[in-house]
């Protein structure tokens, strides 16, 4: 058939339709169910001959084609409503897993609807669910040692039996600090306890209609052991007064080799009684160890501490309690005491420059640590504790971890020593180097560009090769103030605004370039006395300096109106601006609001404030052109929209009510807001009056200057009168005015 469809203003489209049978097929969505499960049939309706993933939508109806779906076998697959008739393109019937076994569902339709032959009948498995509890399928556990084997799952398929094949091995609990038993259920979390250190003991997992899982336990024997909970290894280290603390835990162990297994989640089996671990120390002279430590059901670890007294090396080791092994020295502990060290890092720093030179190790456990700082050559590099005092060979800093290194030299190398009571001592090396003025480092390959009698500024750094960028270097004392020689390739085009000077404590400061004129120019920052030239890179600086543009925008503009115009800048430099109309008998302009307009204007940039010009038009419709131009500047070619003078009542909230006899003010305004122009002759507003015997009102006039003006309003007699602007652009809620006026 052949569907026509049409609308009032478009062409007629043809469609082509062919009608065809709709073709249901029987489909499983899913694998194997188990006992319970829905199972996954699902009837959709195609179009024959399409792929299966093309299916149509069937139109909704209140009755569709009569299907009846049937199962082989109700004790294995059974159908909740064998008859039905889907509405739609896809229908889901109820059909449940009750045992295991294989039943088929036959799809047929006693009204006659299509059926696939090939999809009629499905053949449906029912299997037991395949356990999938955690981790794999064997576990390896320490004696007296207990891991979580499965969480609680508090499913549909709850019923499952968790039971252990030597209950002289390993027992089963639902709570880590119970006993356990030799079977428990699926009704809470199952823990695996384990009661000797050998064998192999698999627990069966059955029932809630899952296949049966074996989970193998490893038996090994158990010891007790230090946690290397810090990452700092088998060695600690520490200064006399620290307190160590210490996570002792039980840790399965390899009968062979051993070492402790690698694991997580061990805790000491529910039932076993409690018992105390002591630590023992090769070097009590070293500190103290709190010992012995305790332990009960339930328990993955226990804390104890070591003080040290003194300077040593000890090891720690937790003896086996009975039942236990020795856990090896991969779990014992070496603490070792001794004085700290200070730190030092090795620097580079270029000639007059100072550096921020922190001291480590000190730390802020050790408050009021005084502080010894030597040069090995006061000749090239000074040190001193504040950033305000020219270095000495050697400085003592209090209260601080911080000195300051100032280079003298710009080439050797020079060692600094730090030292301190109780700390071991450290030393680093300065290498020196020359230092350079640069306005980066190598990042000025791009041109910058400055609008003409603009400014631009930038930044020149105090570097040398081996600095970058380093906040905590800068000029030191007594080797400023620098003065920076910057020279520019063309100064009639740009010039330095004023000496470039980088003062004592800064490590950079700005230069300000002012364009003069146009082109591109090279800067360059050159070398003080005592300084070197720097990578032309770092050194070079390419100007644009470009001309300016005018930013000018006047729009629309009614006749003998004006308008200002905001585009002239203040200048620094004597320029003059021009200003012309391409059309006199259309705009003028003018310097002042109030005098009539010329066809051009030339007048001199303030250097101070920017210069308004006033645009008069002349005209009432087209476009009036214009230009602005000055020397360093893009010409600026502009129009303005010229449109006939309108006016219009000032918003007014409803209709003005007066009684008979009374008056009132009403403004009249230019419906742009924009003041009449001067020189332009004085203009009376044409307003009609509906019914001059409800009321009157005085003629309106608008003068050079006016932005409106005001007319008003007399209540002669009951009735209604409309006030309406004739000379207008506006809207109608503008131009009308409605007086009512009551009778008395």
């Known amino acids: 058939m052949t569907v026509t469809l049409s609308a009032p203003g478009f062409a007629n489209r043809s469609i082509l339709v062919h009608v065809v049978r709709t073709l249901y097929m029987l ?18 309706a195609v179009i024959p001959g399409q792929q299966p993933a093309l299916y149509t939508v069937a139109r909704q109806s209140k009755t569709g084609p009569a299907f009846l779906l049937q199962t082989s076998d109700p004790a294995i697959v059974k159908v909740g409503t064998p008859a039905f008739s889907p509405q739609y393109s896809f229908y889901y019937p109820d059909v449940t897993a009750v045992a295991v ?8 339709s006693p009204s006659g609807a299509l059926i696939d032959p090939q999809s009629a009948k499905l053949t449906v498995t029912v299997a037991l669910r395949v356990n999938s509890l955690p981790g794999n399928a064997s576990i390896v556990l320490g004696k007296d040692l207990q891991v979580l084997l499965s969480p609680y799952y508090n499913s549909p398929a709850a019923g499952r039996i968790f039971r252990s094949s ?50 193998h336990v490893v038996l090994c024997p158990t010891g007790l052991g230090f946690l290397d909970q810090s990452n700092t290894g088998p060695v600690l280290t520490g200064t006399a007064g620290t307190t160590f603390t210490l996570q002792v835990a039980p840790l399965p162990i390899d009968a062979l080799s051993g070492n402790p297994i690698p694991g997580s989640g061990y805790s000491l089996r529910g039932g076993i009684d409690p018992f105390e671990a002591k630590i023992s120390s090769t070097d009590s002279s070293v500190g103290s160890v709190f010992s012995p430590v305790g332990f009960t059901a339930g328990m993955s670890q226990s804390t104890t501490t070591f003080t040290a007294d003194a300077n040593g090396t000890t090891e720690l080791s937790v003896q086996a309690p009975a039942g236990f092994v020795d856990a090896g020295p991969a779990l014992h502990r070496r603490i070792q005491i001794g004085a700290s060290k200070l730190s030092l890092g090795n620097i580079s720093l270029g000639k007059n420059l100072m550096y921020y030179y922190p001291v480590g190790g000190v730390g802020n456990s050790t408050p009021g640590v005084i502080i010894t700082v030597t040069s090995s050559d006061p000749s090239k590099l000074l040190v001193s504790d504040s950033p305000k005092s020219v270095g000495q060979a050697s400085a003592t800093i209090t209260g601080s971890t911080v000195f300051y290194a100032q280079a003298v030299d710009d080439n050797g190398d020079v060692t600094v020593t730090v030292s301190a009571p109780g700390f071991d ?22 041109p910058s560009n400055v609008d003409y009698l603009s400014t631009y500024s930038t930044s ?27 020279t520019v390739s063309d100064p009639s085009i740009v010039s330095v605004n004023a000496p470039v000077v980088l003062n004592e404590g800064y490590q950079y400061t700005t230069v300000i370039f002012a364009a003069l004129g146009l082109g591109t120019v090279k800067v360059e920052a050159g070398a003080p006395a005592g300084y070197i030239l720097g990578p032309e890179a770092d050194r070079l600086l390419t100007l644009n300096a470009n001309s300016r543009t005018f930013s000018a925008y006047i729009g629309d503009l009614e006749k003998d109106r004006t308008a200002a115009l905001n585009a002239f800048p203040s200048l620094p430099a004597p320029v003059n601006y021009a200003v012309v109309s391409a059309d006199p008998s259309l705009l003028l302009f003018s310097l002042d609001a109030n005098t009539p307009g010329s066809a051009q204007l030339s007048f001199p940039a303030d250097p101070k404030t920017p210069t308004t010009v006033w645009v008069q038009a002349l005209g009432d419709s087209g476009t009036a052109a214009y230009t602005i131009s000055a020397p360093g500047f893009q010409t600026f070619d502009g129009k303005v929209q010229l449109h006939p003078s309108g006016f219009m009542f000032q918003n007014q909230f409803g209709p003005l009510t007066l009684k008979a006899g009374g008056t009132a003010s009403v403004q009249v305004m230019t419906d742009t807001v924009q003041p009449i122009r001067p020189g332009a ?64």
């Open 101 to 108: 076994g294989t039943a088929t569902l036959t799809l047929t």
């Open 425 to 446: 001592s450290a030393a680093a090396t300065v290498h020196l180097e020359p230092s350079y003025f640069s306005f980066g480092r190598g990042g000025t390959s791009f």
């Open 166 to 215: 030597d209950p002289s091995r390993v027992l089963l609990s639902h709570s880590p600090q119970l006993a356990g038993t030799d079977h428990v259920d699926d009704s809470g979390p199952v823990y695996v306890q384990a009661l000797a250190d050998s064998g192999d003991v698999p627990v069966v997992t059955t029932g809630g209609g899952y296949a049966d899982w074996i989970t």
């Open 460 to 486: 020149v750094y105090l570097l040398h090769p081996g600095n970058n960028f380093l906040s905590n270097e800068s000029l030191r004392p007594g080797a400023g103030p620098v003065t920076v020689p910057i």
């Open 681 to 744: 002759s004085p203009i009376t507003v044409r307003i009609d009056n509906s019914d001059p015997t409800v009321a009157t009102a005085t003629p309106v006039t608008f003068r050079a200057g006016d932005r409106s003006q005001s007319m008003v309003v007399t209540a002669k007699g009951p009735g209604t009168a409309v006030f309406t602007i004739r000379d207008t652009s506006g809207t109608s809620s503008s131009i009308n005015l409605v007086v009512n006026v009551p009778v008395n």
């Open 27 to 44: 489909t499983l969505t899913a694998g194997n169910p188990a006992p319970g499960d829905s199972v996954g049939v699902y009837i959709r």
